[in-house]
């Protein structure tokens, strides 16, 4: 469920304008954005060579002016998360997990528990939390506390959906645990062995290496490449649409990955480390410089969520299912319930007051759809479910 948005995102895809481009922000001016994390008021970004003066850096009008984010942490940023729920922005240095209740203005470092290497990436699902520094480590209270789940592994970027956890390793291709990181297993057939970064999409996975992008249809049994076929450091996805970020630009694809084509019309900075998007813009994080693009340049319309109105009282369980599953809320407010398919139809609404309501999509295709929640004080939550 990497990374959770503060969006819903209904997208049509109509071609790119033959004026669209990227757009340099003024900074950071310094090399290697490795790690981007946005919401609809902040954007934050962390550097290779951000010092122990600086951790990371924050702009609040979509990169016109950038600042630091503070003299009180003792790390870079590695990673970045943003949790739409309840608006908490996490980021990873060595030894530490500093999370952030003000948009990033002061943070706190809790890393009890956690490894001390550098957490090289953030997963948010519900109300847990994954980091991956030489294995995977789980928090169920906010990141205060943390527990190794996986086997010490060189563990890099990871993806979680439900039960599923990939994770790409540097030195031992891909890990996969299907029951929550009970058990693992190797998946590395026909992969290379360093991996950049991994993606769950539907009942597909994407892996990120520098061959380029492979895919696997069988649960990472086996892997082909795709036509993406240069050094690949990212995946990030935005309803329907992916996006990769290579040494030679940035590419998308909208089938699920399966073939990609070349977006880097005014990218100046041809090597991408990180990506991530806000309500308006997809930010590129490269040698130098972030670089911004308008999502309707892609043909993405966005329909906005107030984040300060989200809350996290609602569960989907079970998550993955076969079609039927339960909504829970802490209340019993008159409550809006739409479910989306991952082009954007809506395919089932219903009006419930009731604190738990059951919902039958057995019918449905298998995959990815968002279910939406909109109750009489017009707070809204996006969940995302997958039928298997």
């Known amino acids: ?68 984010t503070g003299t ?35 943070f706190t470092n809790t890393n009890t528990g956690l490894s001390s290497y550098t957490t090289d990436d953030i997963v948010i699902d519900g109300t847990k939390l994954y980091a991956s520094a030489q294995g995977i480590y789980l928090s169920i209270n906010g990141g205060l506390n943390w527990s190794l789940i996986s086997p010490v592994i060189s563990s890099r970027r990871m993806d979680v959906s439900g039960s599923i956890i990939l994770v790409g390793t540097t030195t031992t291709g891909v890990y996969l645990s299907t029951n ?18 991994v ?59 399966n073939t990609w ?8 900075n041809m090597t991408v480390y990180s990506l991530t998007s806000n309500a308006t813009y997809i930010f590129a994080g490269t040698t130098g410089y972030v670089f911004r693009r308008p999502l309707s340049d892609f043909g993405l319309t966005t329909s906005v969520l107030n984040q300060n109105n989200m809350t996290a009282d609602i569960t989907l369980a079970p998550n993955p299912n076969n079609g039927i599953f339960t909504i ?17 139809e809506l395919i089932y609404t219903t009006t419930t007051t009731m604190s738990q309501t059951t919902i039958d999509l057995s019918r449905q295709p298998k995959g990815i759809y968002f279910v939406r929640t909109t ?14």
């Open 180 to 197: 929550s990181g009970s058990t693992w297993a190797t998946a590395t057939s026909g992969l290379p062995t360093n991996i950049a970064d």
């Open 375 to 388: 109750d009489t004080n017009k707070s809204v939550t996006n969940k995302k479910i997958i039928i298997q």
């Open 328 to 344: 829970s809320q802490n209340n019993t407010t008159k409550t809006e319930i739409e479910i989306h398919n991952i082009v954007g």
């Open 1 to 68: 469920m990497k990374k959770n948005y503060t969006t819903i995102i209904l997208l049509t895809f109509f071609g790119l304008s033959a004026n669209a481009q990227w757009a340099i922000t003024t900074g950071p001016s310094e090399p290697n954005v490795v790690a981007l994390g946005a919401n609809n008021t902040v954007l934050l970004a962390g550097c290779s060579s951000a010092g122990s003066s600086l951790g990371g850096y924050r702009t609040l009008n979509n990169g016109n002016t950038w600042t630091p």
């Open 72 to 106: 009180s942490l003792v790390s870079k940023f590695s990673s970045i998360a943003v949790n739409s729920g309840n608006g908490t922005i996490y980021a990873g240095g060595q030894a530490c997990f500093y999370q952030s209740a003000d948009n990033g203005a002061t």
């Open 261 to 268: 084509i070349a977006s880097n019309t005014g990218l100046t």
């Open 199 to 257: 993606k769950i999409v539907g009942t597909n996975f994407l892996v990120a290496t520098a061959s380029g992008v492979y895919i696997s249809t069988n649960s990472g049994s086996t892997w082909t490449i795709t036509n993406l076929t240069i050094s690949t450091n990212c995946i990030y996805q935005i309803g329907s649409t992916l996006f990769a970020g290579c040494n030679g630009g940035v590419y998308y694809s909208t089938n699920g990955g």
